[in-house]
């Protein structure tokens, strides 16, 4: 017997979700995750992955990710610090420090775990750490697990953050104060202001920690936010994730030798968690390499960006204020986007809505992702797809 307790528990929250409508129905694709997907036998035009760069199914890197596994196997066998330490994952870490023009790198499993374990690598009870508010999750969690003192800043307000941080500075409670911001919010595709973040940091002596999960691959020609600020020497932490525009799965963080030093003994992930598999460090060096060489990718994700954009706007759908590639459609009421959603993907055209509580009451979107595998002529159909859904449903004339 099964405890009745947790059953009970279990089947009175799940029916609650199913009676509100909130419990998710996991899509499951029958192939790659590239900018065309089959889910039930149906092919869709795919504006829903992170893959922004197309990497994910890149002939390139799914060879080298096979001649790794040839040569080291498929898994590392240990953690980092007892011998799972193989050539090939100190070789990704050197590829990521020059990439990111710093002197070391640390790779985590995935970016998620990368912030549990870095953040709480370094702050603790007797610190506070300043976050924006619509931080991501693994931020929040981060945070929260490493004890410190978390204090919300109103979303991108320069103004709130240099009041809090004055107050926590003043308070003289505070060891240590660290400032901690996703670099591109994935939700608006809005970039973090680092030059006054900076300003302000210098002013507060604040330790700054950048998230850069949607800017990697795709700001600052696929360096970074801080890259495209050139900010490198100022931002302490310019953490980011090989699961998104890199195309496979990991994260990591850049900095100066004393921090990766200090993460590869203090992060709890890097220490009791089996290292990156020799297949997936494999692919990511490609990636990066391929990024150093040519910023082909990163320049037809910008350009399908603008297209898609452009479209939506002449087709006069609200597009939000968006200074990247990732294209909300804001429709507003919740109902409505995630019926829009739905007809979208009866059309042909897999496009996810996000509604409150991910983002506030009465904004809620169709969130785009374009990348640099989509085609003109897919492009093409997805503007055609919105511009019938949206007539048909009265969210445009
Ligand atoms: C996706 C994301 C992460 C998590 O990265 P994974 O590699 O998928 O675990 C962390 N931070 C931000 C801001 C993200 O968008």
Redesign the pocket.
């Known amino acids: 017997m099964t405890s009745q307790k947790l059953n009970t528990f279990l089947e009175n929250n799940l029916q609650e979700l199913k009676d509100n409508g909130l419990y998710n129905e996991i899509d499951v694709l029958e192939g790659p995750n590239g900018p065309k997907i089959t889910i039930d036998g149906q092919k869709l035009i795919n504006m829903s992955s992170?893959n922004y760069l197309g990497f994910a199914n890149d002939e390139r890197l799914k060879a080298k990710a096979n001649e790794a596994t040839d040569i080291y196997g498929v898994g590392a066998g240990a953690v980092r610090t007892i011998n799972g330490t193989q050539a090939i994952h100190e070789e990704l870490e050197d590829k990521i420090a020059a990439f990111k023009h710093t002197e070391a790198a640390v790779a985590f499993q995935?970016?998620?775990?990368?912030?549990m374990g870095a953040i709480s690598a370094v702050m603790n009870k007797n610190d506070a750490i300043l976050s924006d508010e619509l931080?991501?999750a693994?931020?929040i969690d981060g945070c929260r697990l490493s004890g410190a003192k978390v204090i919300r800043v109103k979303h991108q307000d320069m103004d709130d953050l240099r009041a809090k941080a004055k107050e926590a500075v003043e308070s003289g409670q505070y060891e240590k104060i660290m400032y901690i911001t996703?670099g591109v919010f994935?939700m608006d595709g809005d970039v973090a202001k680092l030059p006054e973040i900076v300003e302000i940091a210098e002013e507060f002596d604040l330790i700054t920690y950048v998230?850069d999960?949607?800017g990697s691959g795709v700001m600052g020609k696929g360096a970074g936010t801080v890259k495209h600020f050139g900010l490198q020497d100022k931002i302490d932490f310019q953490m980011g994730?090989?699961?998104?525009a890199v195309g496979v799965?990991?994260?990591y963080v850049a900095g100066t030798q004393n921090l990766i030093d200090w993460l590869k003994v203090r992060a709890r992930p890097f220490l009791f968690s089996t290292s990156l598999t020799p297949g997936a460090s494999a692919a990511c060096i490609e990636a990066i390499d391929i990024m150093s060489n040519s910023t082909e990718e990163n320049e037809r994700l910008w350009e399908n960006g603008r297209y898609l954009k452009d479209g939506l706007k002449n087709l006069g759908f609200d597009i939000g204020n968006s200074e990247t590639p990732i294209t909300p459609c804001i429709i507003g009421e919740e109902k409505l986007t995630q019926t829009f959603s739905k007809r979208l993907t009866e059309e042909g055209v897999y496009a996810k809505s996000i509604v409150f509580p991910t983002v506030p009451r009465g904004t809620g979107r169709v969130r785009n992702m374009p990348s640099a595998a989509h085609t003109k002529e897919m492009l093409d159909q997805v503007l055609a797809t919105y511009e019938k859904v949206g007539k048909e449903l009265n969210v445009i004339k």
């Not at 994730?241 to 998104?244: D, I």
């Open positions: 992170n995935s970016g998620f775990n990368c912030n931080n991501h693994s931020i996703d994935s998230d999960a949607h994730t090989l699961s998104k799965v990991g994260g």
